[in-house]
């Protein structure tokens, strides 16, 4: 049974900087999709950063040069690296996966099938 368990989340000023991660299992796939989604309070789900299982990274244009998505495979954890945070940045941040196909493509909501609980991040100004 896949779980994704994210850690990490807090509060913090703008300015600042955080790290997500998410611990990944139960899976066998090679080939896979995960990726880092937000919701802020009271609008939709939006994705963030995505990563192959061959290492290659796409990022949303809001956080571009200040995200950084980046996995360990030997450990089975995903990371988002978060500098320069800014107060729109505040969300309940979620680990996503997809497995047997890459980030090519679509990468909305509900094309993954598996989801961590949330972790929330919280940035004041």
């Known amino acids: 049974q896949v779980q994704l368990v994210e850690s990490g989340g807090g509060s913090v000023q703008a300015g600042g900087s955080l790290r997500l991660s998410c611990a990944a299992s139960?899976?066998?796939?090679?080939?896979?999709?995960m990726g880092w989604f937000r919701q802020p309070p009271g609008k939709e789900r939006e994705g963030v950063g995505f990563i192959d299982s061959d290492g290659s990274t796409r990022h949303a244009n809001s956080v571009k040069g200040r995200f950084t998505i980046s996995q360990d495979t030997a450990k089975n954890t995903l990371y988002l690296q978060m500098h320069s945070l800014k107060p729109e940045d505040t969300a309940m941040y979620y680990c996503?996966?997809?497995?047997?196909?890459?980030?090519?493509?679509?990468?909305?909501?509900?094309?993954?099938?598996?989801w961590g609980q949330g972790t929330q991040v919280t940035v004041s100004s």
């Open positions: 996503a996966a997809r497995f047997g196909t890459d980030c090519s493509g679509r990468k909305v909501v509900s094309l993954f099938n598996y």
């Open positions: 139960g899976y066998t796939y090679s080939t896979y999709c």
